[in-house]
């Protein structure tokens, strides 16, 4: 007989056995359960209570925050609509800049070549120069010549005159001198 009572050994007659004592301690068991779950339920309960409490404040808030992603999303598309305005102002700047450069480039280039014909323009006109200036020393000279040979001319007319004034002299004294 090795039947134990659940608090010590007692008398055959109120001995219960360990079967009842494990019953027992499963009933206990099971009702702390049922009692952690009901307070758990409880907690779960006041949480759930306390949220729904806080549903109309926090669907004021989801309310605020979509008209504040509308917001921001038009706000958004405004500034992609600036961006996409700048990029096409940047494109149009970039290919006038493009076309700047090539134009200054062309410009350049003639540049380059209208001072090569000025250089050619200046060594001609300083050969012409040089050539005037040679011309008209030449000329200068000529004309000295010129003037020169004009006086011997009116010297020679004079002595001309004067040898004809004495031919015409002589031939009077001639002329006169036969009837003499």
Same mark, same amino acid.
């Given at each position: 007989?090795?039947? $134990?009572?659940? &608090?010590?050994?007692?008398?055959?007659?109120?001995?219960?056995?360990?079967?009842?004592?494990?019953?027992r301690? *499963?009933?206990?068991?099971? *009702?702390?359960?049922? +009692?952690?779950?009901?307070?758990?339920?409880?907690e779960?309960?006041?949480?759930?209570e &306390?949220?729904?409490?806080?549903?109309?404040?926090?669907?004021?808030?989801?309310?605020?925050?979509?008209?504040?992603?509308?917001?921001?999303?038009? !706000?958004?598309? +405004?500034?992609?609509?600036?961006?996409?305005?700048?990029?096409?102002?940047? +494109?149009?700047? !970039?290919?006038?800049?493009?076309?700047?450069?090539?134009?200054? *480039?062309?410009?350049?280039?003639?540049?380059?070549?209208?001072?090569?014909?000025?250089?050619?323009?200046?060594?001609?006109?300083?050969?012409?120069?040089?050539?005037?200036? &040679?011309?008209?020393?030449?000329?200068?000279? #000529?004309?000295?010549?010129?003037?020169?040979? $004009?006086?011997?001319?009116? +010297?020679?007319?004079? #002595?001309?005159?004067?040898?004809?004034?004495?031919?015409?002299?002589?031939?009077?004294?001639? $002329?006169?001198?036969?009837?003499?």
């Open positions: 007989f090795f039947f $134990q009572a659940e &608090d010590g050994i007692r008398d055959f007659c109120l001995s219960r056995g360990l079967g009842d004592v494990y019953k301690q *499963e009933l206990e068991k099971r *009702e702390q359960e049922i +009692n952690s779950y009901e307070q758990k339920m409880t779960k309960i006041k949480i759930f &306390d949220e729904a409490k806080q549903a109309p404040e926090l669907r004021e808030q989801v309310q605020k925050c979509r008209e504040d992603n509308e917001k921001l999303q038009e !706000t958004l598309n +405004n500034y992609i609509s600036k961006s996409e305005k700048f990029q096409e102002i940047m +494109n149009l700047t !970039t290919s006038s800049f493009s076309k700047f450069k090539k134009e200054m *480039e062309r410009l350049a280039n003639k540049i380059k070549t209208l001072e090569k014909e000025n250089d050619q323009i200046q060594k001609k006109c300083e050969k012409s120069d040089t050539s005037f200036i &040679d011309f008209i020393e030449d000329h200068m000279k #000529l004309r000295a010549q010129k003037d020169s040979l $004009q006086t011997q001319k009116a +010297n020679l007319n004079k #002595l001309i005159q004067q040898i004809e004034a004495q031919i015409s002299a002589k031939e009077k004294q001639l $002329q006169s001198k036969p009837e003499n």
